[in-house]
């Protein structure tokens, strides 16, 4: 069976190219699959720095010739040089000879009413775009999967049964695939690490590696990459983007898995809700194949594009990005539904396989620069993840101590997580991003969510708890840095989206917003705080050996002074890395010295902070942060033999945060330290 946008069904569209040396290029989209009644076109520069001088223009009108057609174009406006008025409107016509490529004459009038002489032009390719792909699997893969569109029952009931590759649904976009000649296609398994499972910096790293194509340069060049698992159970991801690198090119790398169970395999959770599930996981597959492919490309989800963002169709353009659309770039379980849901049937019911008129209109006619793999970046690494049905069971919060924080202040969240049931609910002890029981996602400014990845990952252990009928467990989200750096960068609004990850693989969701306000003067000052080195520091809570990261910290709260919300979180990392213990190796091999902890310092730090900005704390911290730092400024403090204090930081900690609501169970613990130490929370404050 013939596989969907095939050559001949363009019989005079594509691109077309001038025999002269006046270099004007032209993408004629009147027929063949999708036709959009568009045509544009290049020309080069009229000065040397300048870029390419690009039009789009509509078909207003069109006339059948013997052997061909002849088109009326307008709704551009093209520059001159010489302040000549721009061209406004185009006769385009083309003809086709039995045997030989087809030609067009191409005649451009200015807005003052110039008629410029003819040019001729001669059909390069029936495609607009050509990329050039090379297919690497890891061993035990074998090929890519194709699909039919009537293999799965879900379907529209007009929609021919047709066999659909990865190079007929682009080249029903116009864009021809062509595969690269790799006689070596293997990548050893060993790669992806002892767990087997692939993670971003090791599929970057096999990139670079097995893909002789590689640079550090856009190209229409792509390497996909079929392996079996992903360790953050991706079905599959366009992967390289946001790579710290000289030139910083991404959009290079796609992978997709074969083995990802929760989309595609029939015992999945995705096949099993979406019967017959052998066919729904082939489907999903396939899916996640185009899907993918089509982020390299530049093309982002309909649910989170914005104007502008890579690229801003003409003023004529009637098209819209709906959230809805029935597109490859879409999520089947996610439209018409709520995000968590596994059901795909009003999707696919609807689906004809192809992309959206807007995102044909980007892949044909945008400006090279925008769809070219590795050139124009906008979109950040996308994978199409797990989404767990919701526990009906239990309910989850995410909340901070304000909705406003300054640019550089570290984000500290709080996460709840409440039985909301009549019965008791098991749940898994921890409630961490690092052992994968929670997964969060932050959508910037300019709607672009992104996944955060903390620094570490530990293996989950599979301890739980069982939380009684109205019962809740609390725990500190810190989201200030992860491993894919700073995620608050930009002064804005930002969401945070917050999944907790069940025993039984059901899950509950929550979300909640936050403002980055601009750093104002204080601008060059704070942005030396976004340093990896700087990163880890904050992430572990201080340091006693990367003495120049501790000076940074201690020069960036001079500079904004010991008030600032910033200074508050610098003044409890140095304290945290004075007031304990720790160990560096020396500079003997094999040798590891202790460091011992200078209390008496720590205390002096942090002393401020724990008697007169105790409000601004607790609101900058949280409950849960500032407990813990209490609890780290009392240890300390009675090394460096003081009682008064830390009993008095106590008492004063507990009003406030009884006045503030906090849970009694962080109330329960600070008062039982203050017993200890002599004192009594029922006495005035």
Not at 389 to 395: E, K, N, Q
Not at 647 to 654: G, K, P, Q, V, Y
């Amino acid at each position: 069976m013939k596989t969907a946008g095939s050559t001949d069904e363009r019989r005079l569209g594509g691109r077309y190219e001038t025999t002269g040396d006046d270099g004007l290029v032209l993408h004629v989209d009147v027929d063949g699959p999708y036709p959009l009644g568009v045509v544009s076109g290049t020309l080069p520069p009229l000065a040397k720095d300048e870029g390419q001088r690009s039009f789009i223009g509509r078909v207003e009108g069109s006339r059948e010739l013997a052997d061909g057609l002849e088109l009326a174009v307008v709704g551009f406006s093209l520059p001159r040089a010489d302040s000549a008025a721009p061209l406004e409107a185009l006769s385009l016509t083309l003809r086709a000879s039995a045997g030989e490529a087809p030609r067009a004459t191409a005649c451009f009038r200015s807005a003052d009413g110039e008629q410029l002489e003819p040019l001729e032009l001669l059909r390069a390719s029936p495609y607009f775009r050509e990329v050039v792909i090379d297919v690497d699997y890891e061993r035990g893969e074998g090929s890519l999967p194709t699909i039919n569109t009537h293999e799965h029952p879900e379907h529209p009931e007009d929609l021919p049964a047709r066999d659909l590759s990865l190079e007929g649904v682009y080249a029903d976009a116009g864009i021809r695939i062509e595969w690269a000649d790799d006689p070596d296609d293997t990548v050893p398994s060993s790669e992806a690490g002892e767990d087997g499972r692939w993670s971003l910096s090791e599929l970057h790293d096999s990139m670079e590696l097995h893909w002789e194509a590689f640079a550090n340069v856009p190209q229409w060049k792509a390497w996909l990459f079929v392996g079996r698992e992903a360790e953050s159970d991706l079905g599959g991801i366009m992967f390289d983007a946001n790579i710290d690198e000289p030139g910083g090119v991404d959009r290079q790398g796609v992978a997709l898995f074969s083995q990802c169970e929760y989309f595609h395999l029939p015992s999945g959770a995705l096949p099993s809700y979406n019967p017959p599930a052998d066919a729904a996981a082939r489907r999903e597959l396939f899916f996640n194949l185009v899907h993918e492919l089509g982020h390299s490309f530049n093309l982002a989800h309909p649910f989170e594009a914005r104007s502008g963002t890579p690229w801003t169709p003409p003023a004529w353009w009637e098209g819209t990005r709906e959230p809805d659309a029935l597109t490859w770039m879409n999520y089947p379980n996610r439209v018409h539904t709520d995000w968590t849901s596994l059901r795909t049937e009003w999707f696919y019911r609807r689906f004809r396989f192809r992309f959206d008129p807007w995102e044909l209109l980007f892949l044909r006619h945008a400006p090279a620069s925008a769809v070219e793999p590795g050139n124009s970046a906008w979109a950040s690494n996308h994978g199409r993840v797990i989404e767990r049905p919701l526990d009906p069971r239990l309910a989850l919060e995410a909340f901070g101590g304000k909705q406003r924080y300054e640019l550089g202040e570290p984000i500290l969240l709080e996460l709840c997580l409440r039985n909301v049931s009549d019965q008791p609910v098991r749940v898994g002890a921890s409630l961490e991003p690092s052992e994968g029981t929670i997964a969060v996602t932050i959508v910037g400014p300019d709607g672009t969510p992104a996944p955060f990845v903390p620094i570490d990952r530990t293996r989950c252990i599979d301890e739980s708890i069982e939380l009684a009928p109205g019962a809740s467990r609390y725990a500190p989200l810190d989201l200030t840095v992860g491993r894919l750096g700073f995620p608050f960068k930009q002064p804005g609004r930002y969401r945070v989206e917050v999944g907790y990850l069940g025993l039984q693989g059901l899950g509950a969701v929550a979300t909640t917003e936050l403002e980055v306000a601009p750093a104002g003067e204080h601008e060059a000052v704070v942005r030396e705080l976004f340093d990896a080195r700087v990163g880890r520091v904050l992430y572990v809570d201080g340091t006693r050996v990367l003495g120049d990261v501790d000076d940074k910290l201690a020069w960036v709260e001079q500079r904004l002074g010991e008030r600032h919300p910033i200074s508050l979180h610098i003044q409890a990392v140095r304290f945290r890395g004075w007031a304990r213990d720790g160990r560096i190796v020396s500079n003997e091999v094999g040798r590891i010295q202790r460091v011992a902890g200078h209390p008496d310092r720590a205390v002096h730090m942090i002393g401020r902070l724990m008697s007169e900005q105790l409000p601004t704390a607790l609101e900058t911290f949280g409950a849960l942060y500032l407990e813990d730092l209490l609890e780290a400024y009392v240890d300390a403090s009675l090394a460096a033999g003081d009682r008064t204090a830390p009993r008095d930081a106590l008492r004063h900690a507990i009003a406030l945060m009884r006045s503030k609501g906090t849970p009694g169970w962080v109330l329960s613990r600070l008062e039982r330290r203050e017993r200890l130490l002599g004192g009594s929370s029922d006495e005035g404050d």
